[in-house]
């Protein structure tokens, strides 16, 4: 009787830890739910709703939230990004990093720019040469330009695609600070860039501006991942913790055109800003983690024949998305929080979960005090 009851002690005392470490995993899981699927192909999607759902969703949010008309740099490149198939009545804005090689193959072939067979061998859809005949609006000569946008705001099916806001940043950051190819903007970043970005990250810890709001904690942190990646090393590197600590504290006029080369770049800008989600009514606003779901409702919809181009990535020398993921863990939780906060515009506009913090928007006064009111976008 002795021996049974200690055994039923024993049990109850081994249940209980195990309920206790199952109930700290999943807190920490349900916290960022976002760190679960940063580098899947489809992950966890969204609240389930259709692209024409979200459009009205974001119409309505837009409306309720003046911050989401504000931009961090000049918003006219809008015109670059929206482009019109006039035989489909449709426009779609095109953004980096979010399939913007798929949707800009599937274009060229619905405008009949390119065959059947040259869509699969496409390996890199976004040169001027493919775009330069009014395959944008950029191309559009100025009056011809102001009608076409008439035209595509009167009578045209507006349409984009949006991604997880962590998740688009970190694949942006892999290709364009850790690849070693020649071509587009791997070069400089893995040069220049990276003294640039260790050398203003020396000054930014030496300096500590006067009255910023930057917390010990951070400033600790920026001085070990100097060390760490700036210190002895004739190739520096620009590890994930140094592109957050300078996109997000780096007052403005501390090193401004490191800072706007940062900021102008496409592929860390809100997407809010980029396709002007709250001066454009888009009909449809698909997401990259339900977009074999959404391509069908729009083909569907628009009587579209073909299927959607998969263009595998050429990028050389990237760094694995297991090593990004590693570093995205190593960051602090404090400096997590932060990142959370940044992104969060975009996260509760277009309904991504996970970006939940304490802080308030007072935490990143240079950030949101370097934003402006978005000028015209055409």
């Not at 005392?13 to 349900?30: C, E, G, H, Q």
């Not at 779609?92 to 990093?97: D, F, P």
């Not at 979960?353 to 934003?371: Q, V």
Request: hydrophobic share 35%.
């Amino acid at each position: 009787m002795i021996t049974t009851r200690t055994w039923y002690l024993k049990f109850l005392v081994l249940l209980l830890a195990v309920f206790t470490i199952l109930f700290y995993f999943l807190s920490d899981v349900n916290d960022n739910p976002t760190v679960q699927i940063l580098f899947e192909n489809h992950g966890e999607e969204p609240p389930l709703m259709n692209g024409e759902e979200r459009a009205r969703r974001v119409e309505e949010r837009c409306s309720q939230h003046p911050e989401y008309r504000t931009c961090l740099y000049p918003s006219r490149g809008i015109v670059k990004r929206l482009l019109p198939v006039p035989d489909k009545k449709m426009a779609m804005c095109v953004m980096g990093k979010i399939g913007s090689s798929n949707w800009k193959t599937l274009i060229l072939r619905l405008r009949g720019v390119i065959t059947e067979e040259e869509a699969k061998n496409m390996t890199y859809p976004h040169g001027k040469e493919y775009w330069q005949e009014n395959g944008t609006l950029y191309f559009y000569k100025r009056p011809e330009r102001l009608k076409m946008i008439e035209t595509i705001e009167r009578d045209y099916y507006k349409v984009t695609f949006v991604r997880d806001p962590l998740s688009r940043m970190l694949s942006a950051y892999r290709d364009k600070f850790t690849g070693t190819s020649e071509e587009h903007m791997f070069k400089v970043y893995r040069s220049k860039r990276a003294y640039d970005m260790c050398k203003s990250l020396e000054d930014l810890i030496l300096l500590k501006p006067d009255g910023d709001l930057i917390p010990d904690e951070i400033y600790r942190y920026m001085s070990t991942e100097l060390e760490r990646h700036c210190s002895n090393k004739k190739e520096k590197f620009v590890s994930l913790g140094i592109f957050f600590l300078i996109f997000i504290f780096m007052p403005q006029d501390f090193n401004g055109d490191l800072l706007k080369d940062l900021i102008v770049n496409t592929h860390f800008n809100d997407m809010l800003s980029l396709c002007g989600h709250c001066r454009i009514k888009y009909d449809f606003i698909g997401t990259v983690e339900t977009m074999d779901r959404d391509y069908e409702f729009l083909r569907h919809r628009l009587g579209i024949e073909y299927n959607l181009p998969k263009i595998e990535s050429t990028q050389l020398g990237v760094m694995s998305k297991e090593g990004v993921k590693t570093m995205w863990d190593n960051i602090p939780h404090l400096m997590k929080q932060y990142i959370y906060l940044f992104l969060s515009n975009d996260a509760n506009a277009f309904g991504y979960n996970g970006y939940n913090t304490k802080l308030n928007k007072s935490a990143l006064p240079n950030h949101y005090e370097r934003r402006t009111n978005c000028d015209t976008w055409y």
